[in-house]
């Protein structure tokens, strides 16, 4: 991996914690909390600048994560504009804002892909004979409503579900008809020995180009649908990102999946640089592509694991917070902060324990 690789790994990480951490930053400004340091990074600090509003902006040596340290955050302070003076849902709109800024900036991205590459519908385009689809009667026009009772908005989607069965399983699929009606579809999936993998046949329409060209060839008046179906995809593109990122967390929890599955900061930059060289050999602009592309998965990535209920993360202390707007008392400070720094103790063992996974996968 060339210094370069590194260098924009390096970027695309501190963007993502960029946008976390401003989202805290932000909310925490709107509600009148004083915020002490917005950092990123992590370690001995680098640069520093303090505002005239007294709050120390800096950089710090290790590029592998940020924050935003507020007056009464990790203890009660009883002063005006502190952490600990602001009522629950206010305080929980702090901590809400980090995550939600990581999915704002993956839907932005993925809003932008659409407008400029266009995208996949759930509307079936072409059906091939001789295939498990056209057998079943699947019939172009068709919209897909579910697979196997699992609701579809996305054709990714539609692919991952459909990629779980093998030959001989059932497949069921409910689909509406271009005059409105619902049927249901049971089909089996055929392998295919020229591309080696089990297909069922048949092709989904596209939005029939990018922005651009759908504007020259069709006017303006074609705005409103392709902007709607823009706003549509890039929001189930984000759920179903979400979707998989919550999966993959459960199976590694479970243990369905080993730390071998995980990577951690070097991991990160090594997959993200690896991404922008691959990228290079269909040039500039598939780099960039592939770049962003990572942006949305781990800005994604970030944010959903944020609130799960893990101490030392977001998700942690909105519990907290919730526990306190239900018993209408806080909970023991000693307790909760025994909590989190158990918590954070276990996080910092298995980002030692997934450092040297990523290591051992670079020698």
């Known amino acids: 991996m ?16 960029l946008v976390h951490e401003w989202g805290h930053f932000i909310v925490a400004r709107r509600v009148g909390v004083i915020v002490q340091e917005f950092a990123i990074g992590m370690g001995p600090k680098l640069i520093g600048h303090t505002s ?11 590029p592998i994560g940020g924050y935003c340290k507020m007056l009464g955050e990790d203890e009660a302070v009883d002063e005006e504009g502190s952490y600990s003076s602001k009522s629950v ?17 993956a839907f932005v991205i993925l809003l932008f892909f659409c407008g400029i590459y266009g995208y ?16 079943a009667g699947l019939e172009s026009g068709d919209r897909f409503l579910s697979i196997n009772g699992h609701r ?13 069965y093998q030959e001989g399983d059932t497949v069921t699929a409910v689909v509406e008809k271009p005059d409105g009606t619902k049927k249901e579809l049971e089909f089996k999936p055929k392998y295919d020995e020229a591309q080696g993998r089990y297909r069922m046949g048949f092709s989904a329409k596209t939005s029939g180009g990018n ?16 902007l709607g179906g823009m706003i549509s995809n890039s929001f189930w593109t984000l759920c179903f990102d979400v979707e998989l990122t919550v999966r993959g967390f459960v199976q590694l ?16 930059v090594t997959i993200i640089g690896d991404s922008y060289e ?6 500039f602009t598939t780099a960039l592509y592939n770049v962003f592309s990572m942006i949305v998965l781990l800005s994604v990535n970030l944010g959903a694991l944020n609130l799960f209920p893990i101490p030392a993360l977001d998700g942690s202390r909105l519990v907290f917070h919730a526990i306190e707007g239900i018993r209408r008392k806080p909970v023991n400070p000693k307790v909760e902060n025994a909590i989190y720094m158990i918590g954070f103790v276990l996080l910092m063992i298995l980002m030692v324990v997934i450092a040297f996974s990523d290591i051992r996968k670079l020698l």
């Open 152 to 164: 579809v908005h996305l054709f990714n989607k539609i692919s991952y579900l459909l990629s779980e």
């Open 278 to 283: 691959q990228g290079l050999a269909y040039g």
């Open 89 to 105: 849902p206010a305080r929980m709109a702090i901590v809400a804002a980090g995550p939600l800024m990581n999915f704002v900036l």
């Open 253 to 268: 929890i479970t243990g369905q999946v080993g730390a071998d599955a995980v990577a951690g900061p070097i991991g990160i």
């Open 120 to 135: 996949t519908t759930t509307y079936v385009n072409e059906v091939e004979a001789d295939y498990p689809a056209a057998a």
């Open 2 to 17: 060339t210094a370069i690789s590194i260098i924009i790994a390096i970027l695309v990480f501190g963007i993502i914690v």
């Open 52 to 62: 005239k509003k007294g709050t120390l902006y800096s950089l710090r040596l290790l």
């Open 211 to 226: 922005l651009s060209d759908v504007l020259k060839s069709e006017g303006i008046g074609a705005l409103p649908s392709y």
